[in-house]
Each structure stands twice: as C-alpha cells, then as structure tokens.
C-alpha cells in the first residue's frame, strides 16, 4: 500500500529536538505523515518515541524545531491546543474517569445542553446518549449498556471508548500509546478491528507499539528510532519484520535473521 | 501475512462472544452497587420501624418531628461535605466556618439590620471556602493539611475577636425564624430540605456537578480532557463553606446566641454522615440521597439511644461503629464488584 505522495502531508516536523538536562532524547527529527497514513513508530525503551508523540501531542514543547499540522505551524502549550487542530491522543492510562459511564466519559469536557450558563449549564443527557450509540458505531466499538460504568468494563472495552471518544471529534490525527499492551489476545483483536476502521474513515494514526505482529499487520509505514534519531522510514508492504528489526536494534541484517 | 486474512476472524470474536460475557458482568456491579444503597436505606426503615414498634415516645410525631430538626444543620453542612467528597476533597473547617458566620451575623444582626448580617455570614463560608479551593487546586496542598490549618486560623480569629465569649442580645427576629413552622414542618427541616434538593439537582443536571465526580474519579484524565478541573475544585469547596455558613446560622435561630465554641465537632459529623451513607472518600461516585439517609441514620440512633437512656457517652462508640459498618459494607463492595 503505498501513500500518495502528490497530497500535502498532514503533518511535518522539521528538526525537532529535545533534551532533558544532559539527555538529548531526540535530535533533528525530519518526518513527513500523510492524511489517512497509519505510521507505526517503534524502537526500543528511551528511542526517543514517546518525546516524539509528547511533542506532537501538546504534552511537551521541543526546544527546537518546528511542527506543521494541516497547513500551519504550530506551538501547542497543551494537549487541549494539539486537540484543537485535530490531534487527539489516547494515552496508555487511558484517561477515562471509572465511576462515569460511558456516555459521560465519551461526551467529557464535550458536553451538549440544553441551555448554556457556565457551570450551572443543564446537561441533554438524551442527545448525548444519542449521539453516544452513533459514534460508537461508526468507530466499531460495541459497548452492552451505555448506562454501565467504566469501572466495570474489560480492558478492550475501555480501549474501545478512549478510542472513540478520540475518534468521534473531527479528528484528523489520532496517537494511539501503545493501546493492546494491557490486553488479552482477544480484546487486542478487537482493537485491531477498530484501527482498522479508522483507515476506512480516512483518520491518520500514529501508533506507539513494540508489537511488529501488530504493526505490520495494520500499519502503512513504519518509523524506526533509535537512540533519539529516526533511523529509518519504511512502507509496511515493501519491507520485513527482519529489517524492522534490525533498524531498531541497529545491529546487521543477516546477524538479527540467525538469531530469530 | 495479508491484511485481508486477518481482517475477518477478529471481527466475528467482537461480535459474538464480548458483549455476552461483559453484559452479565455490567449487571453483577449494577446490582452490588444499589445493594450498597439500599442496605444502609433498609437499616434506617429497620431502626425506625423497630423503635416505633418498641417505644411510644420514640414514635411520637414530636419525637419524629425532633430527629428532623436537631439533624438539620448537621444535614445541611453535610450536603456541602458531599460536593466536596464527590470531587475528591473534604475539608476540616466546616465547624469553625460555621460557628464564625453565627457569630459575625449575630453580632452585625444588633445594630446593622438582618440583611446585612445573612449577607456578612454567608460571604464568611463563601469565602473561606473559596480559598480552601484555591489551597488545594492551585497551590496543591493536600485537604486535610489546608482545611487543619484554616479551621485553626478561622477558630483563633473568632476567639480574639469574641475573647471566647457567646454574643447575646440578639433582635427577635432570630428565634422567630428559628422556631416558625409551615404546617407541622419547622423552618430549619426546610431549609435542610431546599439545600439538600439544590445539591441534588446540581450534581444530577449540571456541568459542574457530572464534572465534580470526573474530577473525584480520575482528576488527570479530566484535566486532559479538557475540563477545568481547578475551577471545579473550587466550586466544591466554595459550596461547602457557604453550607456551612448556613448551618451556623440556622443554629443562632435555634439559640439566639452566637457561640464562637459551636460546632467544634460539626466536620466530622458532617463526614460522618457522609460516610455512613455510602459515599466514599475517595471520591467520584455517591450523592446526596445517600447523605440523607446517613443524617438520618446517625440521628435516629442517637435519638434512640436517649429514648433507652443510654449513657451519652455511648454515642461517640455508636456513631463509630455504624462508620466501620459503612467503610467495611463498602470495602466489601467494593472488591465485590472486580
């Protein structure tokens, strides 16, 4: 599957950097995502992944370097301003409030009303769970009662509403953190099938995982880091999980292919 | 690998066997949940049926009409306690905000008019409430530690100020209040009843109110979801002052006086209530229905066992052992439910 060059990248980072104290965690990072590219970014622990998706998504600022999302630059102070444009992150702890049900959850800071005064607003808990059973249907998410608190869900099934609610906004982009590292093997393949379904809507992904089943299995591209570089760039459908591998450990090809 | 291979099977697993499994599951904690709520609802129906059946003067509708009235300032601080404990905090200075309202209406009450004395009292509660909030929201200190510190500094205040002593004299007009009934229903029990039915209706059909138990339940997530969870915080603990206010001066219409040592051990009967209804201090779930029916629990045993002429100094043991009672039904619950 390949992406079509000739469309405006939806996003691009050009030298982006960051350092803690005397850590460079990333250096010049150049990277190019198309709309509608699923991108796997994988690489080992402290590669420089999760500064990336950080600064992509608002929660950290690059000390240098610039970010270009949807045709403008951006500088976001917080996540709420990467969610503006578009971005939305599902964080690995989910970030959903257990003793809320779903409609709750899903409609969070979002909420619909009937009549508007700051926090005194009336809530329209119908249109809510109206609009909950659509969006959950379009993103593929299948939930038994809308009215059933988090806390008493699986872990698929919160991963299926944390992605919901990230998908049902208008977003452009959605950073998925390492979503089925917590997972069964069935409740991963119904995450899966929610990516999945995220292609078919034409939603770009960046998807965290050190899962190179999973990755190739759902992703277009793959970005390999290392040691706060990107190593490599390469399509899903024109490479190997060997290469893959090798990228990330950053050791030769034929000496990863004996050791599999 | 091809993605088209893999792309069927997953989805049939979605479809038949999660929904099943997780439904009986969703009913399971459903069920828990209530038994909570009602367990503690069906021990408050078991005590005053059995005392009404055992004791004449228990159930007589002065005595029943007197549960109602000594409860209703504690009930009324405890619905501000709820909002508080819902959003994750609660807050030790309720006593002393309350018995500083009193006694600064009372005294404003002598020679400055009744508006201007409700006004003064009730800016009290909300004042100190708002910066409770702004302790634990912005500077993050934790609430046990801020609410200590302002109950003490409230406390010494009112004592320089009032050199320990009660204020008298107040106008008429207080006890006027205070002991005015509509139909059999006196004054307080109404005021308990409007600020138990706002709460209610706050936490039931609002913004802040749905925001109050995201914050109590995961306070990060919600920050990250975009609601201003500092603001929420502070609201609570804003609302819980201003009741506390209240409370302190529905009790100047009870006595006439303002009595700077009132309320010395309000909070915790406040949390008290709360607690044995079922709310947890962790925050996030419980209401205010479930306050009330600690109130009333926590009064019509203490009712009860003057009526039996137990020994006063049971009462604290008792109100104890229905605390542990609550905490170990919703321990127990709680781990249940998972």
Redesign the interface.
């Given at each position: 599957m390949t992406i079509q060059e000739r469309t405006q990248p939806l996003l691009s980072v050009r030298r982006l950097s960051r350092h803690y104290g005397g850590v460079q965690a990333l250096t010049d990072l150049d990277l190019d995502l198309m709309p509608d590219e699923h991108a796997a970014v994988v690489g080992d622990n402290g590669a420089g992944k999760s500064t990336f998706v950080r600064m992509i998504s608002g929660a950290e600022r690059p000390d240098e370097g610039t970010i270009h999302f949807d045709s403008e630059d951006c500088h976001f102070k917080s996540p709420l301003e990467a969610r503006a444009v578009g971005i939305e992150t599902v964080y690995q702890d989910l970030s959903l409030a257990d003793d809320l049900d779903v409609v709750d959850n899903l409609f969070l800071g979002r909420e619909l009303f009937h009549f508007k005064l700051a926090g005194l607003s009336i809530l329209n808990r119908r249109a809510m769970r109206r609009r909950s059973q659509e969006l959950l249907d379009e993103v593929g998410v299948r939930i038994p009662s809308l009215r059933g608190k988090i806390r008493g869900m699986s872990g698929g099934q919160r991963q299926g509403v944390a992605i919901a609610r990230a998908a049902g906004w208008g977003s452009k982009l959605i950073i998925l953190d390492e979503p089925t590292a917590a997972l069964g093997v069935r409740e991963t393949a119904g995450v899966e099938t929610i990516v999945r379904g995220l292609k078919k809507s034409g939603t770009a992904v960046v998807m965290v995982s050190h899962n190179l089943r999973q990755v190739f299995d759902l992703m277009d591209t793959v970005y390999v880091f290392r040691r706060g570089r990107m190593v490599g760039k390469r399509e899903i459908a024109s490479t190997t999980p060997q290469e893959i591998v090798a990228l990330i450990t950053g050791v030769d090809d034929s000496l990863t292919t004996a050791a599999l | 690998?091809s993605?088209t291979e893999?792309?069927k099977?997953?989805?049939e697993?979605?479809?038949k066997?999660?929904?099943a499994?997780?439904?009986a599951?969703?009913r399971s904690?459903?069920q828990s949940e209530n038994l909570f709520k009602y367990t503690m609802a069906a021990l408050l129906v078991v005590a005053v049926a059995g005392m009404s059946i055992a004791s004449p003067d228990f159930r007589s509708q002065g005595n029943l009409i007197n549960i109602l009235q000594q409860n209703a300032i504690i009930g009324v601080i405890a619905c501000g306690m709820t909002l508080m404990i819902i959003s994750g905090g609660f807050d030790l200075s309720v006593g002393s905000v309350a018995a500083a309202s009193g006694v600064l209406a009372g005294a404003l009450s002598i020679h400055n008019g009744m508006v201007v004395a409700l006004a003064a009292g009730l800016a009290v509660g909300l004042g100190t409430g708002i910066f409770n909030g702004l302790l634990i929201a912005k500077a993050k200190i934790n609430p046990f530690v801020a609410t200590l510190g302002v109950q003490a500094v409230v406390q010494g205040i009112l004592y320089v100020k009032t050199e320990a002593k009660p204020v008298f004299g107040l106008p008429q007009a207080w006890s006027d209040f205070g002991f005015y009934t509509i139909g059999f229903v006196p004054s307080t029990v109404v005021v308990f009843a409007f600020v138990a039915l706002a709460c209610w209706a706050?936490l039931r059909?609002?913004?802040?109110g749905?925001?109050m138990?995201?914050v109590?339940?995961?306070r990060?997530?919600?920050r990250?979801?975009?609601?201003p969870v500092d603001?929420?915080v502070i609201?609570a603990f804003a609302l819980g002052g201003l009741f506390a206010a209240v409370g302190g001066i529905m009790l100047v219409t009870q006595s006439n006086t303002g009595q700077p040592s009132a309320g010395a051990t309000w909070a915790l009967l406040a949390i008290a209530a709360v607690v044995v209804g079922g709310t947890p201090l962790t925050g996030?779930?419980g209401g205010i229905g479930s306050t009330i029916i600690g109130a009333l629990l926590l009064g019509v045993m203490s009712n009860a066992l003057n009526i039996m002429s137990v020994s006063p100094y049971w009462q604290p043991a008792a109100t104890g052992f229905l605390i542990l009672l609550a905490v170990g039904l919703e321990r127990f619950r709680a781990t249940g439910?998972r």
């Open positions: - | 690998m993605k893999l792309e099977p997953p989805l697993h979605d479809e066997s999660e929904p499994k997780s439904f599951m969703g904690l459903w706050l059909f609002t913004l802040v749905k925001h138990y995201a109590g339940s995961n990060e997530g919600t990250r979801s975009g609601v603001r929420v609201t996030g779930s439910a």
